[in-house]
């Protein structure tokens, strides 16, 4: 015992004690009784509940305490830790391995045997004149949540009660809707082309019809210019001259790593990230680096880019002590899939894998599966629809990525295919899993097995699937065949289409046969399955055909309610 | 086409309309447009809803219209499907390739290119005096329902309100449930131990609990010795002597395969099961076999058993049709993992993969793991903590199965597991999951995270496990150390066991070591978390020692609350 024991470090320093630090911290102190173990955080608080911050600003997490999991004393207490808030690491000298610490009572050297930089992420602030506004917020740590709740609730004695959020990201979106809870009249602005950027357009659509159900304001696809400092209140104005007036200005604009001392000291970074191989190791000895800070390799593309999210964090970090007191074992850290959920209103939407954009980034090419299916049994009361959106890889159907969004049943589905994608899963094999099925849960084919049968249809060409996204060249080129029920149709369709439920289908070929003319015929329903059913019909009938991926809740969600005539 | 056409069955004949029937229809009908495709139900429907029929008895599924998915004339107009309801087939002749199909306008004969057996299976009716009497129910078709449900609403008015249900497995549950939900006095009695049997008995102990909540009186581990006819009610008398008067008596004692015209016809058969290969054909040319009523191969454990399950089914009738109508290009059927869940009053009660028994009955060399994880972040409002147990294989891990009760997020997680088993997933695998997490749904480390880190460490030697089935032989043989706080261990506690919070252990290791006197210390807490860091210290401090898997929550399951002191 005593020979392993002396080559294990009797120093291990951690900077930062959140997610990744404090998870390196605990576990190293799990596997080596002895090592002497400093977790150096700059901030308050380590430990604390990162992702709950907008909860707390919303009052659903009514009282602070409830934010802070662990605290020195209790750290120091259950696992002998030495954990130092307030210490600022300002330098590190790979050389003489050490860093330099800033405490309250001022600069002192610390050694280390192992060193692992947590350091975290700030916020991204955007050289937008008049940022530097008080009235402007980030919602990164304890103080700023316990701050702006302060203002909020000011504010409801002051009537100060109107919000500008910059950005619409998760904690944007999160945020907002807190805010929105707190009673202020809330607009929401966002660069990209719709809120919640990683999500596909049409998982997005329903978010922003709940945004607004809410009572929340959202602006995509435009940019903020400038804030304006009035006495009793800011202005934001947009660059299509809009102003917004605020009490309250957030501003959730993304964040970058926090890095720029360990740069400096020769930790190799690409993009302000610290590069690390797959234990966490820097490009210096015994430096590991875990969280927001890293460059995380994307577990479906290869593409490298920041991950700032909680598990790969704490994964990372537990992987990490492993290897510092367990090099000969340690397994590789895995490379993060990207699964993400968020709560908005009434609804779930999450994400797991590529989206369409880091499919096409990456070249991929790629089949997408757009289902609605119930979250459990039609006939059981309460089922809802969801909207699926799934990604497999062209020819062997490997799953790639999956989003959806919905009253309920979302979480499952997209860990089930999280998992999915984790173990290297094709379509073929959704259809073979065994989801656990009573009508109060599911159906006894799962979403996720019905994403399957799709998928391997479309794969061996049982299915043609054609896209909203492509209805204006379509409507020229094509007959568009709608086969959903007199009433269905009558509440709204595309314009310029031939009607023929498709229980009457087979009895009326001859009218598909006189409208196309020779030209394709691409069908569509409500949601897919029964123009899956008419392709089948029409295309062993001689026809080129094919059915509209997700049918007209897909439609709707792409192409806007404005399309449909009535 | 016209030569591929030439080699396609003709006739494609399905004998049974409900789920592997109906799948099987509706796939072949999809993939050939030109067979005729006649389905043969002995029954008044297809289609139906057999999963929701305990929620029509306790009217949760108010309409019985809610029960029929199809009919036949919706299946005609959709799909083109010949249905005939009450017909039912009597006689096979493989060397005519016809079967014997009696119906209200008597027998006929009918040929067949491909024949797909899924007659289902029917309610095992023990040999008990007096089960043939009137009160006496089964739960197995729309018409079983519909009786149960009118009896119930006649005996409201006549004050007819006791009922016995014969059998505690799923359906038995649902049903007890259902009827109390109706207002009747219920009495639930099992055979075997404990109620849902599938359930290792820690698993079950809460959903018992919550059946005497809900007002159900249940007895498990007895007999019905008999059931005597009054004339207004009857009596189940028990082995042990009990009589329990009732007004209905619902007989829920497992099914058996509905197969004996088959197997007279020289269809092979085991135990009454239909023996089919890999794509569900049977020994007889061109005739298949799918659902309740054939015998499978366990996914993990290897043992032939039939699955009664809607899944599967479903499964194995579509892939059956893939294989009459591309049976170059169809995929093996899976073996069947075997999920299941059910709802009991305010629980979710699921399982996936191979219980203890059946390891046991497999030989398999087993690790069981017992978590107590909440369903999402501690600090967000409503966190409820669930049992969950996790079977990995000695040695290298394979996830063998899992079980979970609780009342959020266990559908979830059973289904990610179910899915790492299908995909022959790990315990370290399992730590690898990026698993959707916010707040509201779950945590930055998953209950299933939790486990894949719980078992490696059990794998490695990191963590060494006592079971609460060890208590009477490990208080005689080890210190047992209780490392709760001071106000956990007051509220109640194991007799004889040292008291020392593990936030003091590390000052007062000299105490266990003379508590200890040479023996090995068994730590417990809670749920296991703490005293895996008090086994860490103790380990590397010396001692011999192991955390109780599941902490007291699996304790006061396993042993019940009698054991406890105050």
Redo the contacts between chains.
């Keep these: 015992m005593s020979a392993a024991m002396a080559d294990r470090p009797r120093r291990i320093v951690i900077v930062g004690g959140v997610?990744a630090g404090m998870s390196a911290a605990a576990r190293a102190?799990?596997?080596?009784?002895?090592a002497e173990i400093v977790v150096l955080e700059r901030g308050a608080h380590v430990s604390f509940?990162n992702?709950?911050l907008p909860?707390y600003v919303g009052g659903?997490?009514e009282d602070q305490s409830?934010?802070l999991?662990q605290t020195p004393a209790?750290l120091r207490?259950?696992?002998?830790l030495d954990v130092r808030v307030h210490h600022d690491v300002i330098a590190l000298d790979a050389a003489t391995r050490s860093v330099t610490v800033r405490g309250p009572e001022g600069d002192e050297q610390l050694a280390y045997d192992a060193l692992v930089l947590a350091p975290g992420a700030v916020a991204v602030r955007p050289p937008l004149p008049g940022l530097d506004s008080p009235r402007v917020s980030t919602l990164r740590t304890v103080e700023d949540a316990v701050r702006l709740r302060e203002r909020i609730e000011a504010g409801a004695e002051a009537s100060a009660r109107r919000a500008v959020v910059l950005g619409a990201g998760?904690i944007g979106v999160?945020a907002a809707e807190a805010l929105r809870r707190q009673g202020l009249e809330v607009e929401l602005v966002e660069l990209a082309p719709h809120v919640l950027p990683p999500l596909e357009a049409e998982i997005a659509a329903p978010v922003a019809a709940e945004l607004r159900r809410l009572g929340i304001r959202g602006r995509a696809g435009i940019a903020a210019e400038s804030v304006e400092h009035h006495e009793d209140h800011d202005t934001v104005v947009l660059a299509d001259g809009t102003r917004l007036e605020a009490d309250i200005i957030l501003l959730s604009a993304g964040v970058r790593p926090d890095t720029a001392a360990f740069e400096a000291a020769g930790v190799a970074c690409e993009r302000g990230a610290i590069l690390v191989d797959e234990h966490g190791r820097t490009n210096l000895p015994d430096v590991y680096a875990a969280g927001d800070a890293v460059l995380s390799v994307d577990?479906v593309t290869g593409l490298r880019r920041p991950v700032a999210?909680?598990?790969?964090?704490?994964?990372a970090g537990?992987g990490i002590a492993d290897h510092i007191l367990r090099p000969d074992?340690a397994?590789p850290l895995?490379a993060?899939?990207?699964?993400?959920?968020?709560?908005v209103g009434e609804l779930?939407a999450?994400l797991?894998g590529a989206n369409s954009a880091a499919l096409s980034a990456a070249g991929i090419e790629t089949d997408t599966l757009h289902l609605h299916p119930t979250q459990h049994?039609?006939?059981?009361?309460g089922a809802a629809q969801m909207a699926l959106v799934v990604h497999i890889r062209r020819g062997d159907g490997l799953l790639l990525g999956a989003q959806a969004v919905g009253r309920e049943g979302v979480?499952?589905r997209?860990?089930?295919l999280?998992?999915?994608i984790?173990?290297?899963?094709t379509a073929?094999?959704l259809?073979?899993?065994?989801?656990?099925?009573?009508?109060?849960?599911?159906s006894?084919?799962?979403p996720v097995?019905l994403a399957g049968?799709v998928g391997v249809n479309v794969l061996?060409g049982?299915l043609a699937l054609w896209y909203a996204q492509d209805w204006d060249r379509l409507r020229a080129e094509a007959l568009i065949l709608d086969v959903r029920s007199a009433a269905e149709y009558a509440v709204g369709h595309l314009p310029g289409t031939l009607h023929i439920p498709?229980?009457?289908l087979?009895d009326r070929l001859d009218e598909v046969h006189d409208a196309a003319a020779g030209r394709p015929v691409r069908a569509l329903c409500g949601s897919g399955v029964?123009s899956?059913?008419a392709h089948?019909?029409l295309t062993?009938?001689g026809f080129d055909s094919a059915s509209l991926s997700g049918g007209m809740l897909t439609a709707r969600a792409v192409l806007g309610e404005g399309v449909l005539a009535h």
């Design positions: 997610a102190r799990r596997l080596d009784e002895h509940a992702c709950g909860y659903e997490i409830s934010l999991v209790t207490a259950a696992l002998d998760f999160e577990a999210l909680a598990g790969p964090a704490n994964r537990r074992s397994r895995p993060p899939v990207g699964t993400a959920i968020v709560r779930t999450a797991t049994a039609g006939y059981f009361p979480d499952k997209i860990d089930v999280a998992t999915a984790r173990a290297g899963l073929a094999d259809i073979d899993l065994d989801l656990a099925y009573s009508p109060v849960y599911g006894a084919k799962d097995n049968m061996d049982t498709h229980t009457e087979r029964r899956h059913i089948r019909l062993q009938s």
